[in-house]
C-alpha cells in the first residue's frame, strides 16, 4: 500500500491534524487507576479517625448536656449562681412586693370596668351615677357589696343624701378572683374602713358570696338590700398583707 492511500485513509492524518505520538501523550497525561492496598489505606484511616471522634463527642454530650432538659441546666456540684445583674430603672425586688400590693393593683385593672360610671377618683357621675368614695355601701359590711357586684341594682337607690335611678349592670361573669379584687381595691382606695380593718375581700369570701345569692337572675332593689345588715360580712379568714396567707390562728 503506498503512502498516499495510507493517508487517505487513516482520518486522524486529513489535514494535519493528529499525529500517533499526540495519542500517546494523551494517555500519559491520564492518572492511573488506584492499586489496592495503596491510597485506599490512607482513605481508611480518615474514616476510623471520624468515627473515633463521633463516638467521643456523643460520649461527651450524653455525659454532660443532661439530655439537653433546660429544667436542670447547671448541673456541675458546686455551683453557685452569680447575683442578678442591676439594671437602671428595672426593680431587682419586685418579686419581694407585699400581696397586698398586688392584690390591689389587679383590683385596679378590673376597675377600669366601672370608670365610665363611677370614675376613677371613685366620685361618680352627679344626677346619674352615685359615688363611691364615701359611699355607705361601701364603707359598710362586705355581703351587700358582693351582691351588688354578682347581680346588680336597680334603682331608686339612696346613697349620700341623693337618689340614683340609674341601673348597674352584673358583673358576676367575672371570676371570683377578679371580684375579690376590684372590690378590695374600692373598699381600701374609696371607702372609710373602722380602725383595724383592711378592707380585704378574698376568693374564698366571693365564693361564698356567689354560693349564697348566685342563683339570683335578676338586679337587687334597694329593699333587698336593707334586709341584709349594713355591717354583714363575708365569711372568710383574715389574710397577712405581705403574704396573702391566712393569719395564724384563723
Known sequence: MDDKNSTESNLDYQGGRAAVRDGHDSVRREKPEPVAGGSNKVLISWVVGAGIVLVMAGGYLGGYSNFFDSSDSYIYPGYVAAARPVVEGVDTDAEQEPWIEVWMKDGKKVYTNCIACHQAAGTGTPGLFPPLKGSEWVDGGTERLGMIVLSGVLGPLNVSGSTYNQPMPAWGAL????????????????????????????????????????????????????????????????????????????
Not at 358570696?209 to 329593699?223: D, F, L
Open 175 to 250: 371570676n371570683d378572683e377578679k371580684l375579690a379584687q376590684v372590690l378590695t381595691y374600692i373598699r381600701r382606695e374609696f371607702g372609710e374602713l373602722p380602725e383595724g380593718q383592711s378592707g380585704v375581700v378574698t376568693k374564698e369570701m366571693m365564693k361564698a358570696a356567689r354560693e349564697k345569692h348566685g342563683k339570683r337572675t335578676s338586679p337587687w332593689t334597694e329593699a333587698d338590700l336593707l334586709a341584709i345588715p349594713g355591717d354583714a360580712e363575708l365569711p372568710g379568714v383574715e389574710v397577712d398583707l405581705n403574704t396573702g396567707q391566712p393569719v395564724a390562728g384563723e
